[in-house]
């Protein structure tokens, strides 16, 4: 049975809180999914779907009349359009869901002699996260990392970014570079050559002469700071995109789908 909300009442205000305030989000270990496709990929790739929110005061389409159905042990929550409109940061909104979010476990992300993975330092922006996420899937990476002190990967602005692709591959919050370099060394020690590889203006070489083959960790830096020292001092190569114009750089999210794609037209090509 379905409870109802049709006030802003404390449930509807502890909704709100899991869109606006990373702590009680992270707090409560579950997140709003807006949108038909990323919720039809969080139910497909195995997600956790903890609630699912939907207007009480009109004939649902048949994709949400099947979700609802397919998930009878669920919460379901009816809502008035208005305050589901808020959730959902836009108007004409049928149905949200309540996922819970997962582990932030680097073994989660699977190692093979095809490993191709991002580490993005201190990112500033969720909608750059999203870019990231979306491009790492699309060219066939096996994960992402937020390292440091960085916006959240789970911030809706970021999960609509990835348009769906945020619950097709893992996504894992570390906080340092420390424990993604230690979990590289255990890789290496169990005979997995993880190239680590930096893209700066004034790499070693450009990205298009560099084996993109072999198992690569790429670091995307910080769209304010770059890479820290860290982050400099444990990368194994620094490759750089070739440009023309006046452009002194890229977006860091724009730079990771060049060097992204040139990893998958090499392995394409190989």
């Known amino acids: 049975m379905a409870t109802r909300i049709s006030l802003r009442n404390a449930r509807f205000q502890q ?3 899991l869109l606006t305030n990373r702590n009680k989000r992270h707090r409560a270990g579950q997140f709003i999914v807006q949108g038909v496709r ?3 990929m969080a139910v497909e790739h195995g997600w956790e779907i903890q609630a699912l929110l939907y207007d009480g005061e009109r004939r649902l389409s048949q994709w949400a009349r099947d979700l609802l159905a397919a998930h009878p042990h669920t919460e379901h929550v009816k809502m008035s359009p208005d305050l589901l409109a808020e959730l959902a940061e836009k108007d004409e909104v049928e ?3 309540v996922v819970a979010m997962q582990p932030d476990v ?4 699977e190692a093979g ?3 191709l993975g991002v580490v993005f330092d201190r ?6 996260i999203g870019a ?3 491009s790492a899937d699309a060219f066939g990476a096996h994960g992402v990392i937020t390292t440091g002190h960085s916006a959240d990967a789970y911030d809706p602005k970021a999960v609509r970014a990835t348009t769906g692709s945020f619950f097709a591959m893992p996504v894992v919050r570390s906080p340092s570079p420390a424990e993604v370099v230690s979990w590289v060394e255990e890789r290496r020690a169990a005979g997995l050559p993880i190239v680590v590889v930096a893209t700066d203006e004034h790499g070693e070489a450009d990205v298009s002469a560099f084996d993109l083959t072999q198992p690569v960790l790429l670091l995307v830096g910080s769209e304010n700071d770059g890479l820290t020292r860290a982050w400099r001092d444990a990368a194994d190569v620094t490759l750089s995109i070739p440009m023309t114009g006046s452009a002194s750089s890229l977006n860091a999210a724009n730079a990771a789908t060049v060097v992204l794609y040139e990893a998958r037209r090499q392995r394409l090509t190989k």
């Open 123 to 128: 990112p500033t922006q969720p909608g750059n």
């Open 113 to 115: 002699p095809d490993f």
């Open 15 to 17: 909704l709100q809180t």
């Open 38 to 40: 990323p919720i039809t």
């Open 106 to 109: 680097l073994d989660r992300i």
């Open 95 to 97: 149905l949200l869901a």
């Open 132 to 134: 990231v996420i979306r």
